[in-house]
Every structure is written in structure tokens, then in C-alpha cells.
């Protein structure tokens, strides 16, 4: 881990990505995605993903169960400049993807969520910028969150594309499988509500 400072940036998951209706019926936006036990990519193997933005225009998700062991909650805070609490208890630091690492977001339960915040699930939301942060440091944050650095990304077409080509599968997110603190169980579980084996998919695309 290198010791550069992380910068908090405004981002608005709304605009432009939204959710609207695709050539196959829907966009994925609040889905979780499971990477087949195929993929090729060493950053995305037994990754599970949950979409907080997809349109015409690409794809946009955060990457769910690998933690960023290096640094520390206190330590980001302490690098932006953000005053806290003595004990800010354990909050989380993610690797959220390879794209833009320096870019944070507060992945987090929807009974606290600011005018910055969307929501992108049933009891899950977003927010990049520092004023939900800030609420953490001050011990007056939701019940659930985590902060993720950076997040994966799709151009047009290309997530669809990589879904036709069996490299993941979709479920459905749900705040236990978000916010869950047994990261090394979390594919495991995601797998668990396909409900059937992946290792007999053909190459048609799965859906749970």
C-alpha cells in the first residue's frame, strides 16, 4: 500500500447511469455480480460485485468482499484531514476495483443516507463524498457501511458482453450479502443463492 492520500470525490450515481430498460428487458443496477470460477482475471477471480450504476452508457460497481488490509479506517481519516471520535470502531477499508483507486465511496445501510447519497438497493446505499464520512467520524453514522477505493468498470456493451460469455452470473443484493463481515465466505454465499452448481453451466447466461 502506498502512503498517497485518497481524495473523497463527488459522484452522483444518477447521472448519467441510471436504471432504464435494455435490449434484454433491464439494467442490472442494485444486482450483485459473481465471478464463474472460470474467470481469467486475477483481480475479479471469486469476486462478488454489486452494480450501483448501468445504462446504455457502461457499467459502474463496487467490489464486495476484499478488504484493503494496509490501511486502516483511522488512517484514511487521519489522511484527509477528516476530525474523529477517538474510537471509530471498525469500519471496513475495500478495494472496490481497479479503476480510479483514489476515488472513495461509503457503501451503507439506508437508515441514514444524506442529500448526496443514492440508493441503489432495498436497504443499501451510496455516497462519495465526505459529508457521510465525516458523519461516521463522528460515531453518528448508519448501522452498516464500509468504505470502498476505486470501483470496476464497464463501457458500453461490454459487461452484457462478458455476461454472454458465462464470466458471471447475477443475484439479486440484499444488505446480508452487502454488508457482511465474513469476506472469505462471501462468494461462497453468493454462489449458495443460485441454487444450483455453477461448474454444470453450458454458455447460456444464469440468472438467480
Known amino acids: 500500500m502506498s502512503q498517497s ?22 439494467y442490472l ?16 477471480k471469486k469476486t462478488i460485485i454489486l452494480l450501483i450504476a448501468h445504462n446504455e452508457e457502461g457499467a459502474m460497481g463496487i467490489v464486495l ?12 481519516l487521519e489522511q484527509l484531514e477528516v476530525a474523529h471520535e477517538k474510537d471509530v470502531g471498525n469500519t471496513r477499508v475495500h478495494f472496490g476495483g481497479p479503476v480510479d483507486t483514489e476515488r472513495g465511496f ?6 441514514k443516507v444524506h442529500a448526496t447519497s443514492t440508493v441503489v438497493g ?27 477505493l476505486g470501483y470496476a468498470g464497464w463501457g ?35 454462489i449458495g443463492k443460485l441454487g444450483f452448481d455453477p461448474g454444470l453451466l453450458s454458455s447460456e447466461i444464469g440468472h438467480a
Not at 492520500?5 to 433491464?26: A, I, L, Q, R, W
Not at 468482499?65 to 488512517?75: D, G, P, T, V
Not at 432495498?122 to 464500509?146: H, R
Request: glycine fraction near 10%; hydrophobic fraction near 40%.
Open 5 to 26: 492520500v485518497y481524495m473523497f470525490v463527488s459522484f452522483d450515481c444518477g447521472n448519467p447511469m441510471s436504471k432504464n430498460e435494455t435490449n434484454d428487458g433491464h
Open 29 to 44: 443496477e442494485g444486482s450483485i455480480l459473481i465471478a464463474m470460477p472460470s474467470m481469467s482475471d486475477p483481480r475479479f
Open 65 to 76: 468482499n476484499k478488504n484493503m488490509e494496509a490501511l486502516s479506517f483511522r488512517a484514511l
Open 106 to 111: 461509503v457503501l451503507h445501510s439506508t437508515d
Open 122 to 148: 432495498d436497504g443499501i446505499a451510496v455516497t462519495a463524498t465526505l459529508d457521510m464520512l465525516q458523519t461516521m467520524a463522528n460515531g453518528d453514522g448508519p448501522e452498516s457501511s464500509f468504505v470502498a
Open 156 to 190: 458500453p456493451g461490454q459487461l452484457e458482453q462478458e455476461i454472454q460469455q458465462n464470466g458471471w452470473l447475477i443475484v439479486d443484493a440484499g444488505p446480508d450479502l452487502v454488508f457482511g463481515e465474513q469476506l472469505a465466505g462471501k462468494w461462497q454465499s453468493a
